[in-house]
């Protein structure tokens, strides 16, 4: 039962974790993003990926993670980032974020068929979804939208990833292309975890707290 109820308690505790950061991006915030951009990336290159390639022709397995790499850039040009911390939310926006919501519903049902009954996916998807889900939080309180809809988003939101991993072991169909699902998912996931850890920010500065933080998530992802 894992599979389904963490992803989901996990945006659950994103949102309760909004209130402890008051409602700022804080450097906690940021060093979890580090955490669980480093955590999903050793995750993914651990689990997932020998599981694909031992399935799936070397060439075709490249080309399925490729076209999951251009997936996600796809989905970006409707969230703007949102999957790896950027969240652009205008304060006076009234109209309901539909592109955003379908990019991140879409990302998030795609993440729910890596997760399987005898991998450790389902914990790189509960620490990466805890920032993503605080900073929507906080981007959707500060905004104009009613509580109803607040709620509907992130309600929705929550339900995606067990939702994809619920059809990917009852869908016999889907069955049949679990792997050339999985390599797509892996291209996302590539995408998202090395944005997370190598885009621009601080004037490239090193910064000691963020490599320990990365270090962190590799050496735990390693361990379990």
Do not use: R
Not at 50 to 77: A, D, R, S, W
Request: charged residues 10%; proline residues 2%.
């Amino acid at each position: 039962m894992n599979k389904f109820i963490l992803p989901f308690l996990a945006v659950a505790f994103g949102f309760a974790l909004t209130f402890f950061t008051k409602k700022q991006k804080s450097w906690n915030t940021k060093l979890l993003l580090s955490f669980s951009g480093a955590f999903l990336l050793a995750l993914t290159l651990f689990e997932l990926l020998p599981e694909v390639y031992n399935h799936l022709e070397t060439k075709k397995t490249g080309l399925f993670i490729m076209c999951g790499i251009m997936l996600q850039i796809v989905l970006e040009l409707f969230s703007k980032g949102a999957e790896h911390g950027h969240v652009h939310i205008h304060k006076d926006e009234t109209d309901f974020p539909w592109l955003l919501f379908i990019s991140l519903c879409i990302h998030s049902f795609l993440e729910g068929f890596s997760i399987h009954d005898h991998n450790d996916m389902v914990y790189g998807v509960l620490i990466h979804k805890i920032p993503i889900a605080t900073l929507i939080t906080m981007f959707l309180l500060q905004s104009n939208y009613s509580k109803l809809q607040i709620a509907s988003f992130l309600i929705v939101f929550a339900l995606m990833t067990p939702l994809g991993t619920w059809i990917s072991h009852t869908s016999s169909m889907i069955a049949d292309y679990a792997h050339a699902i999985n390599a797509v998912v892996i291209g996302v996931f590539f995408h998202i975890s090395t944005t997370i850890l190598f885009e621009s920010g601080e004037g490239h500065k090193f910064n000691m707290s963020k490599f320990v933080a990365i270090i962190l998530g590799v050496g735990i992802a390693y361990l379990i």
